[in-house]
Structures are given as structure tokens and as C-alpha cells.
């Protein structure tokens, strides 16, 4: 049997790309570009009034970055142009019927036009506003899906959801729908539509009659957002609107070819377009910020755990092969991306080899000196934590009582950092004491069949196996997030 290529399927394809301005959708619309020129046309949907805003959207946050240096290296003077061929800035937003897109003649042409929708589209911030998650991560894979089936030409589309729509589950997580279930089986408790989104609009109303200002709003939502996740057994508003994202993809899918992609945490590129760029605090990325400036020295963690992590570039290339593999095959499957299962990283190796980065590559505090850290903490529960951050507090309120208020200020800005730490760990408590191993064993297979049908399968690597973990983060991953983020970060504040 002759043998295909991934290239080859990519070869005047248009493409329809949500979530583009996010940090998987960036290095998606790279990679797309870099390998393979004659794709005909990418659509990137984003929220902007008109084109010409779009357009400047486009450039600003995905195009006019760093990532994009190795292509504009490739196409030099005629970079520009090659973008204006190859690319259209769409205005549009996955909150809306039809994606937002207008006028009718531009989303006939799109619907005639496209035959693959990659969707990225997502609001990650674990506590957001309840109804800004739902409409983005919960209704807006329903907007998505209604819009694919007007696509003449539709081959297939990827979701890009998490991993842990697992929630809090420990032992071995497989590629499936079992943690939502509960939820998928019992429509008449569990109505979405009925439920979720007039408790929302309730909710609004209430506090529009009591004249609540915008800032108490956006509290009373975000704690909506928490409590509603707590109540169905998520850790955070995020993972509860992306598992009602899935279950919209499994009831209302109709015969539409789908393939789930569930990363785990995902961190800087490990090779492609070049090692070690990232795009903001990636979930673990703040415990190393919060440990390399000394603010951070104790979490509640089990040295022996596994820290999931799967580098973008890998997620990308995941991404593009279930696209390939699975074109027009009209069911739905679920990969997942992660490093837990085939090549795990303890905490314990990680706390090592932040150690080793931060003393070797100590950064300056304000008057310049180098910040020493010691090995981080690991305590193995909350209550553990928590009896480490307040001992040293106690004794410092002892003695500055004792000392007529002598260490005030010490006491003072030591409780702040106790505060802000507390918050930090809060907020990524579920991960830091998960218990789970991400079966990948559809992952697996995919990488299978693509190397035994696709010539080009190693130029679309996401294998774990391959990740030397203190090479990794001593030489690639460290120095990125270095340069591409707390650099730039202390530089904003000056």
C-alpha cells in the first residue's frame, strides 16, 4: 500500500481555527504556515467589531510574535503578503449563533469553503465569572457545532478540551466519557440550557435590581462559577464549563467526525519553531515564579506524585495527526496528552531541578542582590501546609508584641506573604494533590497508525517517551519561561 502524508492532507485545505490568540491556537497557526505553504486558506474566528480590527487583532497577538520569527525568517520581505493570502482575520465569536460571522454572503462562502474546524476556543482562568465560562466553554461548543453542520465540506473537527474533566478521580484515567456520565445520564436534573443558563440570567437579574456595581457582580459570579463546580465534584469553574462543553459534543454531534484532545498541563516548546518559548504563567510555571523570587517555600504536595505536563508544540502535533487520521470517519474520539502514564515526572525530580536552575541562575531583588532559595517543602496535606505557613507568623506576632510592636512592619509583610501564597496554592490545590494517571492509550495508537500510513509522521512528533525531563527544564524549559515571561514581566513593572 502506498504511503500518504500528513503534508499532503494539509495541501489546499481550508481551515476554520478558533481560540487562535491563545497559547495552543498561536503555535497551531505557526506550525500550519511553516509546514505546509499551500494549505489554501486559514479562517481564524476572533472577536473584534469589524476586519480591520480583526486584522489588527491578528497581528498584534498572534502573527507580530516572536513565535512567528522562524517564518518570517523563511519568507523575508514577502512575509506580509504570504499572510494576506493565506490567512483571513474573521470577526466573529463562538458566543453567538453562526459564530457571529456577517454578513450572510461571507458565512455562505465560509460554510461552502471549509473542511476542518479546529476548536481551541476557551476561557482558561480556573475562576472566572460563571457566565463568561459557560458562554465560551460550555455554549460555545454548541454555537460551534450548529455552525459545522452547515459546512458543505466538513471532514472533521478537533476540540481541544483538558484532561482533568476527570475532576479530583485518582488512579488510572481512561480516554473516555465516564466522569461526566452522572451528569449526561439524567437530562431532566441536568438540563444545561434550563439549568445552568437561566440560574445565570436569574442571578444577573438579581443583582441588577439591587444596583450592584460591576466589581460586586463580578464577585457575585465568580463565586456562583465556584460554587456550582463544587456542587458537581470539579475543583474550579474552568474544568466544570469544559466537561458541559463535551457533553455538547456528545449529544449534539449528530454524524460529524470529532476527535477530543485532553492535554494535561501544557508548558514552553520542547523543539518546534524553537525550543523553550511560552506565553504567560502556564498553571506550574507559577509555583516556579512564586519559588525563583523566594516567595514561595512549602507546598502541599507528595514528593512521590506525578507532575503532568506535555510540552504545546507536542499538543500541537497531536492535534494536526488525530485531524489526518480521522478525517470523515464520523464518530467521536478522545485522546488524551500527557506525560504521566508512558514517562512520569515525580515532584520530587521537579523540585530538584528547580533548585538546581534557581541557585545556579539566581534572580536580583530590588536592591540587586542575588535571591537565595532553599529545596521547596513538600508537605503531604493542606492541613500540613497550612501549620507550616503559621507557625513562623505566630512566632513573629509573639515577638513583636513582645517587643512593643518592634517587627511590625516584618509581621506586616510577612502576613502578606503568607496571604498571597495561601491564595496561589488555593487555587492549584486540586493538581497539587491529584492522584491520577492519564491512560493514553488512543494517543498511542494514533501515533502508530500515523507512522505506519504518513511518510512525514516523524516531523509530527508527540511522543513522551522522547522527553528528558532535567535536560528539559535545566535547558529548554526554565530559560523560557526566563526570557519569554518573568524578563518581560519585571520589565512591564519598571
Not at 487562535?20 to 509546514?35: A, D, H, N, P, W
Not at 461571507?106 to 465569572?129: D, G, H, P, Y
Not at 501544557?266 to 525563583?292: A, C, H, K, Q, V
Request: net charge positive.
Amino acid at each position: 500500500m502506498e504511503l500518504g502524508s500528513i503534508l499532503g492532507y494539509l495541501e489546499n485545505k481550508t481551515i476554520l481555527i478558533t481560540g487562535s490568540t491563545g497559547f495552543v491556537g498561536k503555535v497551531l497557526v505557526e506550525k500550519i504556515l511553516r509546514v505546509q505553504p499551500n494549505v489554501k486558506k486559514l479562517y481564524l474566528l476572533l472577536r473584534a467589531p469589524d476586519a480591520n480590527s480583526a486584522t489588527r487583532r491578528m497581528h498584534n497577538e498572534i502573527t507580530g510574535k516572536e513565535l512567528f520569527k522562524v517564518l518570517k525568517e523563511k519568507w523575508g520581505a514577502d512575509f506580509d503578503s504570504f499572510i494576506l493570502e493565506k490567512v483571513v482575520a474573521l470577526p466573529g465569536d463562538v458566543r453567538f449563533e453562526d459564530l457571529g460571522v456577517k454578513p450572510v454572503k461571507l458565512k455562505e462562502e465560509i460554510c461552502n469553503e471549509v473542511q476542518i474546524i479546529l476548536n481551541s476556543a476557551a476561557i482558561t482562568t480556573f475562576e472566572e465569572r460563571y457566565d463568561v465560562a459557560l458562554e465560551v466553554n460550555t455554549f460555545g461548543v454548541l454555537n460551534m457545532l450548529d455552525f459545522a453542520k452547515k459546512c458543505l465540506k466538513l471532514e472533521m473537527i478537533v476540540h481541544v478540551s483538558t484532561a482533568y474533566v476527570c475532576g479530583e478521580r485518582a488512579g488510572l484515567i481512561l480516554e473516555d466519557s465516564s466522569s461526566m456520565d452522572e451528569m449526561a445520564n439524567k437530562p431532566s436534573k441536568y438540563d444545561l440550557k434550563l439549568q445552568e443558563k437561566k440560574l445565570v440570567e436569574d442571578k444577573l437579574k438579581e443583582l441588577k435590581a439591587l444596583n450592584a456595581s460591576e466589581e460586586d457582580i463580578t464577585s457575585a459570579m465568580k463565586n456562583l462559577g465556584t460554587a456550582r463546580a463544587k456542587l458537581y465534584g470539579w475543583p474550579n469553574t474552568y474544568a466544570l464549563t469544559k466537561v458541559m462543553g463535551e457533553m455538547y459534543l456528545g449529544h449534539a454531534r449528530g454524524n460529524l467526525s470529532i476527535a477530543v484532545v485532553r492535554p494535561t498541563m501544557i508548558t514552553s516548546t520542547y523543539n518546534e519553531p524553537f525550543s523553550g518559548w511560552i506565553e504567560g504563567f502556564r498553571t506550574y510555571d507559577s509555583l516556579i515564579g512564586g519559588y525563583w523570587k523566594g516567595k514561595l517555600t512549602g507546598i502541599p504536595v507528595d514528593p512521590m506524585a506525578v507532575v503532568d505536563m506535555i510540552p504545546v508544540d507536542m499538543v500541537v502535533n497531536s492535534i494536526i495527526t488525530a485531524m489526518v487520521v480521522n478525517a470523515n470517519k464520523s464518530f467521536k474520539i478522545i485522546y488524551h496528552l500527557g506525560t504521566s502514564y508512558r514517562n512520569p515526572l515525580t515532584f520530587s525530580d521537579f523540585n530538584n531541578f528547580m533548585f538546581q536552575y534557581c541557585t545556579k541562575n539566581p534572580l536580583l531583588n530590588e536592591n540587586g542582590f542575588p535571591i537565595k532559595v532553599g529545596k521547596l517543602k513538600m508537605l503531604r496535606s493542606m492541613d500540613a501546609f497550612h501549620l507550616y505557613m503559621q507557625i513562623p507568623l505566630q512566632a513573629l506576632k509573639f515577638m513583636n508584641k513582645e517587643f512593643d510592636q518592634y517587627f511590625q512592619d516584618i509581621y506586616v509583610n510577612y502576613n502578606m506573604k503568607i496571604k498571597s501564597v495561601r491564595r496561589l496554592v488555593e487555587l492549584y490545590r486540586a493538581y497539587l494533590l491529584f492522584k491520577g494517571i492519564f491512560d493514553d492509550t488512543n494517543a498511542e495508537e494514533l501515533r502508530r497508525i500515523a507512522s505506519e500510513k504518513y511518510t512525514d509522521a516523524g516531523s509530527f512528533n508527540f511522543d513522551p517517551k522522547c522527553i528528558d525531563w532535567e535536560d528539559y527544564f535545566m535547558h529548554t524549559h526554565i530559560p523560557g519561561l526566563a526570557k519569554h515571561v518573568i524578563i518581560k514581566h519585571r520589565q512591564s513593572r519598571l
